[in-house]
């Protein structure tokens, strides 16, 4: 049982585009939402997080918006570069901070 | 910024001997660390929970006397594959909490492969 729904599966966007990743969830008590990168064979690195008192949150050019009357977040990633291609993780925890991750992104940027 | 080492990164074994993973938080303490399985293209999936001075706490479905795991500091925790077969071979992946930022951010480890031959 999938507790957090990520979508789409994989993206492509031109350099210089937007990439946008949404993921959503059930469980109420979730409150803490970080999103992960991961390249190939590496550990995932958290990229941005957010909590449920914050409707958004920038970091450079990473962005989660946090809709939690919808129980939904997303990711934007402005002005997308090569390097940005990766897989990108949603991911939820409460109180207790096991993570539930989504089933991850793809994201291939074009040059 | 926080660093989460594992070693080994990569590792081969031959079916039925144990391997030993440790997870090293290198510059802040983590009471709570997490251990993760990642197959091929597929999301991480929680293992086990492991507690600093207590046993540590498994997902259902996982075996925990096949995967042991071991907290004994608070910046040092060791998964050990125990009895390995070809179908324990998978990305190991650990995580801490540091408690001492704010909001409680969790970092990953680099991840260690484990090839059981």
């Known amino acids: 049982q999938q507790q957090v729904k990520q979508s789409p599966q994989s993206l492509i966007v031109q350099k210089g585009g937007i990439s946008i990743i949404n993921c959503a969830y059930e469980n109420t008590a979730f409150d803490y939402f970080p999103w992960y990168q991961q390249f190939p064979g590496k550990g995932p690195a958290l990229l941005i997080a957010i909590r449920p008192d914050v409707s958004e949150k920038k970091e450079g050019r990473f962005t989660i918006s946090f809709n939690k009357s919808a129980k939904q977040f997303s990711l934007h990633i402005m002005d997308s570069q090569p390097g940005d291609s990766a897989t990108y993780f949603c991911a939820a925890s409460r109180g207790d901070y096991k993570l539930s991750f989504g089933a991850g992104t793809t994201v291939t940027v074009r040059a | 910024g926080a660093v989460v080492s594992q070693h080994p990164s990569r590792v081969i074994c031959k079916s039925g001997t144990s391997v030993k993973i440790e997870c090293r938080s290198l510059?802040?303490?983590?009471?709570?660390m997490f251990w993760y399985r990642q197959f091929p293209k597929k999301s991480l999936m929680l293992m086990a929970t492991?507690?600093?001075?207590?046993?540590?706490?498994?997902e259902q479905g996982v075996e925990k006397d096949k995967f042991l795991i071991n907290h004994a500091s608070l910046t040092l925790s060791t998964l050990t594959v125990t009895s390995a077969h070809p179908e324990d071979s998978s990305f190991y992946i650990c995580?801490?909490?540091?408690?001492?930022?704010?909001?409680?951010?969790?970092?990953f480890g680099e991840g260690s492969w484990l090839t059981v031959v």
């Open positions: 492991s507690n600093e001075g207590s046993k540590a706490t498994y």
């Open positions: 995580s801490a909490r540091d408690s001492g930022q704010a909001g409680n951010t969790i970092y």
């Open positions: 510059d802040f303490q983590a009471t709570t």
